[in-house]
Structure formats: structure tokens, C-alpha cells
């Protein structure tokens, strides 16, 4: 069965302190992965996509990797307004649009 | 552009009344959908549509419907409502390449409490 697992749940970090969000996947074949970041309240909003196993991709504070079994977001020197739930998703190869999604990591950054 | 909007942002039914979520967006995307966002777990895809007149199921389509008549809305409609309906109800768009993974673009959502 395709599945998608976020950890973890949640993650209280001091202001500054860095640290990684893991969002691993069990398909049958990957078309792509997305990052999203949603806000309490809100929709999620779009961050990154990644293609394929060895691929980065930056924006701010954040860093995106994948690798064939799994994704990590890398938070460097978070600051409280990073603080939002993080949700990855996955375009089985076999789909034309329907992602398969993780349930999403808390993050709060306190300051 | 103000993206994807949706209406009511809260609503309260008593189980067994009907009612429509209204969702528009103005990016001229072809393909928009609805999903279920319930505590403790991922999204789950409702229905989904890739062009006026063009509507299929998805994960979860039990006790919904949809229709698309125009490229900018598509509403979702609650037959009967259930208190396992309760949850955040969140519209989403993006542009219709088939297969390539491209973002999707989320309204606010509704927030539906069923008592």
C-alpha cells in the first residue's frame, strides 16, 4: 500500500536552533514530491517541488532533499515566524494529479 | 488575483440538512479539487475535476457531489449531512498538465461542525 509518513508529529525548537523534518514514502513509483506549509487557519501554502532521488532545493531559511526512500526539510536558525505545520506530499508515477499526503509536522520555534 | 476563495469560512448543520461550499478561482485553472482535512491525518481527496463539465471521484466521495459548469467554480455539495462530515473542507487549483507534478494552490477552507 502507497503511504506517506511525516515525522515527527511535533517539534519545539529555541529560536536559532536548527534541525531537520523527516516526511518518508512507501510507492510504487514517484513522479514528484511537494513541501507545503500551512498556517493555523489557513490553506496550505506551497514551498517546493522535488523530482528526483539527489535533488535540493533553498528558499530562505529552508532546505528541501530527497532521497529514494525518503524527504528531509532542513530548518537552519529557524525564527518564530517558521513556526506552522509542514506537510509533504507525493504524485505516485502511475497518477496523472492525485497526491498521496503525510499528516504533517508542528513546528514551533519559541524565542 | 485573489486566488482560490471559498465561502462560508465557518458553517454549523444539524445532521441531515444539505448545504454547498463555494469555491472560485480567477488563475484560469483547469483542474480544481476538494479535499477533507481531519486532526492526525493527510489530506484525503473528495472529488476532483479537470475542466468545465469533467468531475470524478476521489479518495472519500461518499455524501458529497460536485459540478463544474464553468472553469472558475466549483461548488461542493453535502446531501445529508453526518457528524463524521465534520471537518476543515479546503478547495485547491492548479493548472492541468496531466502527470507532471505541478503545486496546487489552496482557498482558506471551511471549517464544518455537524451536530
Known amino acids: 500500500e502507497d503511504q506517506v509518513t511525516q515525522s515527527p508529529e511535533a517539534l519545539r525548537l529555541q529560536e536559532g536552533e536548527s534541525s531537520s523534518l523527516n516526511c518518508s514514502y512507501t510507492?510504487?513509483?514517484?513522479?514528484?514530491l511537494f513541501w507545503y506549509r500551512q498556517d493555523p487557519g489557513k490553506g496550505p501554502e506551497f514551498l517546493f517541488t522535488?523530482?528526483?532521488?539527489?535533488e535540493e532545493k533553498e528558499k530562505e531559511r529552508l532546505k528541501a532533499t530527497l532521497t529514494k526512500k525518503e524527504s528531509f526539510l532542513h530548518i537552519t536558525a529557524p525564527k518564530p515566524e517558521d513556526s506552522a505545520t509542514y506537510l509533504c506530499?507525493?504524485?505516485?508515477?502511475?497518477?496523472?494529479?492525485?497526491?498521496?499526503w503525510g499528516a504533517g509536522t508542528k513546528l514551533i520555534i519559541k524565542p | 488575483n485573489a486566488g482560490v476563495t471559498q465561502t462560508p469560512k465557518f458553517q454549523v448543520l444539524k445532521t441531515g440538512q444539505s448545504m454547498t461550499l463555494q469555491c472560485a478561482q480567477d488563475?484560469?485553472?483547469?483542474?480544481m479539487s476538494w479535499y477533507r482535512q481531519d486532526p492526525g491525518m493527510g489530506l484525503r481527496l473528495i472529488h476532483y475535476?479537470?475542466?468545465?463539465?469533467?468531475?470524478d471521484q476521489g479518495e472519500v466521495p461518499n455524501g458529497y457531489n460536485v459540478s463544474r459548469s464553468t472553469t472558475e467554480d466549483f461548488p461542493l455539495r453535502l446531501l445529508s449531512a453526518a457528524p463524521s462530515q465534520t471537518s476543515v473542507y479546503f478547495c485547491?487549483?492548479?493548472?492541468?498538465?496531466?502527470?507532471?507534478?505541478?503545486?496546487?494552490?489552496f482557498g482558506p477552507g471551511t471549517r464544518l461542525t455537524v451536530t
Open positions: 485547491a487549483s492548479r493548472i492541468r498538465t496531466s502527470g507532471v507534478p505541478y503545486e496546487q494552490y
Open positions: 488563475m484560469n485553472h483547469e483542474y
Open positions: 475535476s479537470v475542466g468545465a463539465g469533467i468531475t
Open positions: 510507492v510504487s513509483g514517484l513522479r514528484g
Open positions: 522535488l523530482y528526483s532521488a539527489g
Open positions: 506530499a507525493v504524485q505516485l508515477m502511475d497518477s496523472n494529479y492525485q497526491l498521496i
